[in-house]
């Protein structure tokens, strides 16, 4: 039976439905006129409100104090994952249709309609999972499954529809073709699927001008998308039933670059440090309920000052700060679950003694 909701949350829950019903309608319907940005718009908004549904659920703030307005999405996913069980695979896919929503309602992109389908159909899996595991609900009660995301062409395999996608554009900047505001469309598609595998990921004019100078330069997929490899898709049941979850999985590691690297091949980078590492020490001990000592204690005992997912060092002229990502945040919360603080703490303060 499904867990009856608080006042806020039902009313968020009950828009997020009606937003994944609309995004399935576009998805379906034989009108092209604006049928990609009506599926792009209407399913990131039905997974902002389903989360800010399940925040509300939980009794935590959906309002940014200091902003006065609501939590923005990258917020929700964040505090959903950390806090209320929203799986890496759940958020992944939340975030490329995002990304997709952010490119179609601001600029231009072009879904190739595999692509497309894959994305939709991974969203209503996560939507669904989620749905049930804050609400006790699923979409079955909702929404009868003859109306979800349907296709007459079978779905492919993502690393095949990847690189047929990296193939057209190639051949839509080749010579003569004046198709280049197509081929950066397209482009912009890609760039925004990387968010299945990494947080920051923002598409800017800057990164589509690397990806098509590396492209011209006829360079090969995996240097120019190597965070797309570490993409992986499973597949279950079929026909109205058929599922769809990305994960990550394993690959050859990521070389990360800045934008006025020299090479200018790789289209991996990161956007916003500052962004990812937006935590200074003082903000990592409060998040995970530490004095500031006992935090360098912790943080010197998972060797994380060292870890380039979990922080990063900002120089301004001569001076140096410390910013941590939310992966340090989760690496200490877990370790102290099964760690004794004050065995760490007496290493710690032994360090130089042995």
């Known amino acids: 039976m499904a867990i009856r909701p608080v006042r806020d949350a039902r009313t968020l829950k009950t828009k997020a439905i009606h937003s994944l019903k609309a ?61 209320f069980g929203l799986t890496g695979s759940q958020a992944g896919v939340m975030r490329v249709v995002d990304r997709l929503r952010d490119s179609e309602q601001h600029w231009i992109v072009t879904v190739e309609e595999g692509i497309l389908y894959l994305n939709v159909r991974a969203l209503v899996t996560a939507f669904d999972e989620y749905l049930r595991h804050v609400f006790e609900d699923d979409l079955a009660s909702h929404i009868p499954p003859r109306v979800l995301p349907v296709s007459t062409r079978p779905p492919g395999d993502f690393d095949v529809l990847v690189d047929a996608e990296y193939t057209a554009i190639n051949q839509l900047l080749g010579p003569g073709m004046r198709r280049r505001d197509e081929a950066r469309a397209r482009i912009r598609s890609l760039l925004a699927m990387e968010a299945v595998v990494t947080e920051n990921v ?78 200074s020490k003082t903000t990592l001990a409060k998040k995970v309920k530490l004095k500031p000592n006992k935090c360098h204690a912790m943080r010197w005992h998972l060797g994380l000052d060292e870890d380039r997912d979990c922080c990063h060092i900002f120089k301004f002229g001569k001076s140096e700060h410390y910013g941590f990502s939310d992966n340090a945040t989760r690496r200490i919360q877990e370790e102290l679950a099964v760690a004794d603080m004050e065995k760490v703490w007496a290493r710690y303060q032994r360090r130089y003694k042995d």
Do not use: W
Not at 221 to 237: C, H, K, N, Q, W
Not at 258 to 268: C, I, K, S
């Open 23 to 83: 995004g399935i309608t576009a998805f379906n319907g034989y009108h092209e006129d604006g049928r990609q940005t009506a599926v792009l718009l209407n399913l990131q908004h039905a997974c902002e409100m389903l989360l800010k549904a399940a925040l509300s659920q939980k009794r935590e703030m959906v309002f940014d104090k200091k902003a006065n307005r609501s939590l923005t999405f990258e917020a929700c996913v964040r505090l959903c994952s950390e806090k």
């Open 202 to 279: 923002e598409v800017s004019e800057k990164d589509v001008d690397r990806v098509e100078k590396a492209i011209r330069a006829n360079a090969n997929i995996d240097v120019v998308f190597p965070r797309l490899r570490t993409i992986g898709m499973s597949t279950e049941g079929e026909g109205t039933t058929f599922t769809v979850k990305f994960s990550k999985k394993e690959g050859a590691p990521v070389r990360f670059i800045g934008g006025d690297d020299p090479e200018g091949a790789a289209a991996v980078r990161e956007v916003d440090l500052q962004k990812k590492f937006h935590m």
